[in-house]
């Protein structure tokens, strides 16, 4: 699976978007891109994923680039619930047999009141 | 829909000791990982399973570890003669493929194991 590489912390604005990166250079063209985020003490949470397209959920929207080698998780509306590690996963679709999610160290976003 | 299960939440043990955690998936998914967190970093990948068959291990899965699955339902990690560096968070998670469908995983809450 490809290498992604996100900003160690983020701070953001409450009832501001807030906007966080990810690198993934190597992509591949069978691969897609995950978004899952980690409250203290819980297991990671599924937000979005997505491959070519941009695409939009009740949680969050993700925007790929064009030649798939960044993309952006956008929380509209960021609450201090959203406080959290963020990350961004690349990984190659079911039928192709490597079913691991490949986590890195993630973004902590902090959402200031 | 009720979620990944894992139990237990918290496993205090003596070094040596055996433990063994159960995961009980969402009902209906075919699909069951197992993964392993330390402090500061993301999870990391053991093993997983597509109903009752084991299809892939990490190497960080030594032999005393094991996973089952035996009915395809919920899961059982066990660990044997417990080390310092077992001590960490054990994630489940589970997902519904069928074919070629790209399907999340969804997590449990983990257990965390803290060994003495």
């Known amino acids: 699976d490809a290498k992604t590489t996100q900003p160690p912390s983020m701070d953001c604005a409450e009832g501001r978007a807030a906007n966080l990166p990810c690198n993934h250079s190597t992509i591949s063209g069978n691969e897609y891109v995950y978004w899952y985020r980690q409250i203290h003490s819980q297991g990671p949470q599924y937000i979005i994923h997505?491959?070519?397209n941009n695409e939009t959920n009740e949680m969050a929207s993700l925007i790929i680039t064009e030649d798939r080698k960044s993309s952006t998780l956008i929380l509209p509306h960021a609450t201090l619930r959203d406080t959290a590690v963020y990350y961004c996963i690349v990984r190659v679709g079911s039928n192709f047999g490597n079913e691991k999610l490949t986590f890195g160290t993630g973004t902590r976003l902090t959402i200031i009141p | 829909d009720t979620g990944v299960s894992q139990n237990p939440r918290h496993k205090i043990t003596k070094r040596g000791q055996n433990v063994t955690f159960r995961c009980d998936p969402i009902s209906e998914h075919n699909r069951l990982y197992w993964y392993r967190q330390t402090l500061g970093q993301g999870p990391e990948f053991l093993t997983y399973f597509q109903n009752e068959a084991q299809l892939e291990k990490s190497r960080l899965l030594s032999d005393r570890f094991s996973a089952e699955r035996p009915k395809g339902s919920f899961s059982t990690l066990e660990i044997q003669r417990t080390e310092q560096g077992d001590s960490a968070m054990y994630l489940c998670?589970?997902?519904?493929?069928?074919?070629?469908?790209?399907?999340?995983?969804?997590f449990g809450d983990g257990t965390r194991l803290s060994i003495l």
């Open positions: 997505g491959l070519k």
């Open positions: 998670a589970s997902s519904k493929n069928i074919g070629q469908e790209n399907q999340p995983q969804h």
